[in-house]
């Protein structure tokens, strides 16, 4: 399955809808505009999934802490 294959399955999109919105968007935004655009969409999904990569390195961790047993976690509150 090709990279833009998913996407457009989840979509239902063919590439007849595809031609269409690209035509609609060059229409709305003009030629000039729409590398701007591409490119700025490129950055945010390249930023989303940085922050996602990173979360995903800092999870095992907290689930280190989870890991440990009961008695071994001292409360926070109640009377000593």
Not at 6 to 28: K, S, Y
Request: proline share 6%.
């Amino acid at each position: 399955m090709s990279f833009f294959a998913l996407p457009l399955a989840i979509f239902n999109l063919g590439g007849t809808e595809l031609i269409l919105i690209l035509l609609i968007l060059l229409l709305l935004f003009g030629g000039k505009r729409l590398p701007e655009l591409a490119k700025g969409l490129g950055q945010s999904i390249r930023e989303f999934k940085k922050a996602n990569s990173e979360d995903a390195e800092h999870k095992p961790a907290a689930a280190a802490d989870e890991s440990k047993p009961a008695e071994a976690k001292k409360p926070t509150h109640g009377a000593n």
